[in-house]
């Protein structure tokens, strides 16, 4: 049996990619903050900025593939702490890559939508020229160029995130400094009966967190590498994602106001166009879920 080794098994997508990967791999995998507890996984507790320990324990583990689902990914907080937001997103990628290279091991890594500009008037391809315009996106194509440095390795992109991870892990703090996702934030408010005013202008492809996991493994099995989206065909706009989800829910949508990225009044500059194009990825046979197939997939996790 291949062995994997997991970095960031607390997170949203590092969770869902444990729960994939354990019958199908040896699995390791590590935590900073959040400790999961998984049955049938070694898990180590590491900052992935600490080079020596990380160097030790992939030494001592010697996994085939690595999966780096760690990400310092609070874009508001990456803006104002840019050493801390490279230390994390391109230091310990740096340090993860030459490891994985000295001992002949795939390393898989998740990027994002935000190396990209959002001037494009379609969704993104693979081979479109990235231009982040915040630190967070700067940082992540960084790490991005130290993984594909070498031939073996896989990048997968994703746009917004979402998905429902269990109150053992949702209430717990979290390095990343993003606690809860945008799906579960609105869920909660919804259900509070409180207003919440949503950005209409910026649009992306949703994807939830258990397809994209899916779809990494996917890529790992089918011995890919390179970069690849990993996204469902649709291009919506924040303010219809949610009113689909609340409808779905049965949760009330009038609570839903649509307004504009400015009057939220982000402190940083965000795309207003995040879409990706997955062709490449659905040519390999993958098949996305659909909204209703993954809205009904957080509402079996929401009763659990
Ligand atoms: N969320 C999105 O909308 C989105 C969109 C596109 C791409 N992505 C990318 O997808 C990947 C996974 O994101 P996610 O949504 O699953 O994020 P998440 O739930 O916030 O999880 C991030 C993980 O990073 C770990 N981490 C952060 N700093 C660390 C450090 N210094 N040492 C060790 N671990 C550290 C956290 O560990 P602890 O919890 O144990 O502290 C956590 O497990 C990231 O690469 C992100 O850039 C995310």
């Known amino acids: 049996m291949e062995k994997i080794f997991i970095c960031g098994i607390g997170g949203l997508v590092g969770s869902k990619l444990v729960e994939l990967c354990k019958d199908k791999f040896e699995t390791f995998g590590s935590f900073n903050l959040r400790d999961p507890n998984f049955n049938n996984v070694k898990s180590f507790q590491l900052d992935i900025t600490n080079h020596e320990k990380l160097q030790h324990i992939i030494k001592e583990t010697r996994p085939d593939i690595i999966i780096n689902a760690t990400a310092l990914n609070n874009v508001d907080y990456c803006e104002e702490h840019e050493n801390e937001a490279n230390e994390v997103n391109v230091k310990a990628v740096s340090i993860l890559s030459e490891i994985s290279n000295l001992l002949n091991i795939k390393l898989v890594h998740l990027s994002t939508d935000s190396v990209f500009d959002g001037t494009k008037k379609e969704a993104y391809h693979e081979l479109d020229h990235p231009n982040p315009i915040n630190n967070y996106g700067r940082s992540k194509l960084l790490g991005e160029n130290e993984v594909l440095e070498f031939k073996n390795n896989l990048v997968v992109r994703a746009s917004v995130l979402y998905g429902w991870l269990p109150k053992s892990l949702s209430s717990q ?132």
């Open 173 to 304: 703090k979290t390095s990343s400094l993003k606690q809860i996702n945008f799906a579960q934030w609105l869920i909660s408010k919804l259900k509070l009966k409180e207003k919440v005013n949503i950005t209409s202008e910026e649009f992306s492809s949703p994807i939830i967190a258990d397809d994209f996991a899916k779809s990494i493994l996917h890529l790992i099995l089918n011995k890919k590498s390179g970069i690849f989206h990993s996204a469902p065909s649709l291009c919506i706009n924040r303010y219809d994602f949610s009113i689909k989800l609340a409808n779905y829910l049965n949760l009330d949508s009038s609570l839903i106001i649509p307004t504009t990225t400015e009057k939220l009044g982000r402190g940083v500059t965000t795309a207003n166009n995040k879409c990706l194009n997955s062709t490449k990825l659905i040519n390999t046979n993958y098949k996305f879920l659909t909204l209703d197939e993954s809205f009904a997939l957080i509402k079996q996790q929401m009763l659990i």
